[in-house]
């Protein structure tokens, strides 16, 4: 089934600093596409997957499961690996735990991480059900749209399916158990009201990971869906100075590109 209109995957050849950009469960592109657009505009080579299930219909989810969802990020991040010669990945939500792994993964291939509202643990009581509740009763409702900014919206599925949901506690326990892996300098922003993800997961990675390069920033004025929030202008500038500290040559890729 194609992607819902606005759901499709972003792609921009840049220049040599290349940036993998990750959406959440139940997502699409669409949470992302500014900012990717932003990190296109300044001159980056930029790939926006979107994860398999996703930007359709949730039943179309119901049919993957998380290492469908990494397999394309993997698969992403090796195309970029082959084209640029420093490559940093951001994410939103369940992105980053998907980018997490593939920073324990990858290693130094990896150059940085930037994680906007990470989920890397369950939050709700009721999710040690899911292993039987996904037998029967197929889905619960959605969690998209934990947006602050009026009018602003996500495109993202109004019900949960719970097979994908009980696969992706399943990624988490893989994440949280790598986690000392990470030591890549980070860039963590989360939001202090984020109905979705609480803030004991920024908490968890913060105090897990190995990196001694990392940097918090709270987003004050944003619920979940952050990228597209007040605070969405404070994501994208301070990433792109994130960025641009730890590969130069991005910064004489913006000079060339606004010249």
């Not at 290349?18 to 992302?32: D, N």
């Not at 990190?39 to 996703?54: C, F």
């Not at 084209?83 to 951001?90: G, I, N």
């Not at 009026?150 to 109004?158: F, H, I, R, V």
């Amino acid at each position: 089934m194609p992607p819902l209109p606005g759901a499709e995957p972003f792609r921009h050849q840049g220049g040599p600093v290349g940036v993998l950009l990750v959406h959440g469960f139940t997502g699409s592109p669409q949470s992302l596409r500014p900012w990717a657009e932003h990190l296109a505009a300044a001159g980056l080579t930029v790939s926006l997957p979107l994860l398999p299930g996703h930007g359709t219909r949730w039943q179309d989810m119901q049919l993957t499961r998380w290492e469908d969802w990494y397999a394309e990020v993997d698969r992403e991040l090796k195309v970029l690996l082959a084209e640029c010669e420093q490559v940093f990945v951001c994410a939103l939500s369940m992105g980053g735990s998907l980018a997490l792994r593939l920073a324990s993964r990858h290693r130094s291939a990896i150059s940085g991480l930037v994680l906007v509202n990470p989920s890397v643990r369950s939050d709700n009581p009721a999710s040690v059900l899911l292993p039987v509740l996904r037998h029967l009763v197929p889905s619960l409702p959605g969690v998209a749209d934990d947006i602050a900014l009026e009018g602003s919206t996500e495109l993202g599925y109004d019900r949960t399916p719970l097979h994908a949901a009980w696969s992706l506690s399943r990624l988490w326990k893989d994440v949280q158990s790598v986690l000392p892996e990470i030591e890549q300098p980070v860039l963590l922003l989360h939001s202090p009201q984020d109905h979705v993800v609480s803030p004991a997961n920024s908490e968890l990675v913060l105090a897990r990971i190995s990196s001694t390069d990392v940097t918090e920033l709270l987003l004050e004025r944003s619920y979940h869906v952050a990228t597209l929030d007040h605070d969405a202008g404070l994501i994208f500038e301070a990433s792109l100075d994130f960025i641009r500290r730890l590969a130069p040559v991005a910064k004489v890729e913006a000079d060339n590109h606004s010249g």
